[in-house]
């Protein structure tokens, strides 16, 4: 029996729910959280060796604070001006060869997150995933380099705009381009790179292709969530949490690490929410999707 889409909704957000619960998603959000706080430091270190190999071929300069607001622009201000500020303390003594090696582990640590999303991905749309291993670890590698990739693209189409505008100004004297966009402009791709980087995860990472219709409503679920829990997350550091009477020095790096958990738990549901929602247009489930069998440990759809 086919509901109204309205009337799905609540319900597949509670299916969403129960099967998150029961499918181990905070274990694997704290997977991902824990490889992505280990490739941060890395792979911002490896995109900047690379932005700046490009800006030498270019002859332009891409600027190293805007890079690393792409990176951190969503972040709360409370969670990320710690690790930005010791970000900036490392690029300046870092050389080459260190970025270099900081890229090797940026892919390393980071596709081990991409992996487990991955996961999470495939058992939220109840797929089965017919990669073999080899495939399946280069997707997640080339996953992680065409993210930095993206944030480097986007740094240098910053820097490529305002030039652009300039020749315009001089072929049409008569069109008045205004001073003080190219801030809108970096607040517009600062907010969209998240969803962008959301769509790719449910497109490229389930075991099967999936329709437009199907992948959108967990992604701009996953995004206003995000959103916010920097929100919320931002008002309980600054007026509530007192990590460093607990973790001293630490008390930055252990409020980013809870922050990336939050919101790798928020992107798993945002699949689970897809697939109950498929689920209950198409009939198969309503309320909850989840049988429990004779094994209490087991379930089955």
């Not at 190293?64 to 792409?70: A, F, S």
């Not at 495939?122 to 944030?151: E, H, M, N």
């Not at 907010?191 to 959108?216: D, E, N, Q, Y």
Request: aromatic share 12%.
């Amino acid at each position: 029996m086919q509901l109204s889409y309205f009337r799905v909704l609540p319900l597949a957000l509670l299916a969403a729910a129960r099967r998150f619960n029961h499918k181990h998603g905070w274990v694997l959000s704290s997977h991902i959280a824990m490889s992505m706080m280990l490739a941060l430091f890395p792979f911002v270190l490896f995109t900047v060796a690379l932005a700046g190999a490009i800006a030498g071929v270019l002859s332009q300069d891409v600027k190293l604070e805007d890079m690393v607001d792409l990176v951190f622009g969503s972040w709360p201000p409370a969670v990320a001006d710690p690790i930005v500020n010791e970000l900036y303390a490392v690029l300046a003594a870092s050389n080459s060869k260190l970025m270099t090696f900081g890229g090797i582990l940026a892919l390393y640590f980071a596709s081990n997150g991409v992996d487990a999303v991955r996961l999470a991905m495939v058992q939220a749309y109840r797929d089965d995933d017919p990669r073999p291993f080899w495939k399946s670890r280069l997707l997640c590698l080339v996953f992680v380099i065409l993210g930095g990739a993206g944030i480097m693209a986007t740094a240098v189409f910053e820097f490529l705009l305002p030039l652009l505008a300039r020749y315009l100004s001089e072929f049409f004297p008569q069109i008045a381009f205004g001073l003080g966009w190219e801030s809108g402009l970096n607040g517009v791709l600062v907010a969209l790179m998240p969803l962008v980087a959301v769509l790719a995860c449910h497109v490229w990472l389930p075991g099967h292709v999936h329709k437009l219709r199907h992948i959108l409503p967990g992604a701009l679920l996953t995004v206003v969530l995000w959103w916010g829990a920097s929100w919320g997350f931002s008002v309980y550091i600054s007026g509530f949490a007192r990590y460093s009477t607990t973790y001293a020095g630490l008390a930055g790096a252990m409020a980013a690490l809870i922050f990336l958990y939050l919101n790798a738990a928020i992107l798993i549901f945002g699949a689970e929410f897809n697939g109950a929602l498929i689920r209950a247009l198409s009939g198969e489930g309503q309320e909850g999707d989840i049988t429990p069998t004779k094994d209490k440990n087991t379930y089955v759809d």
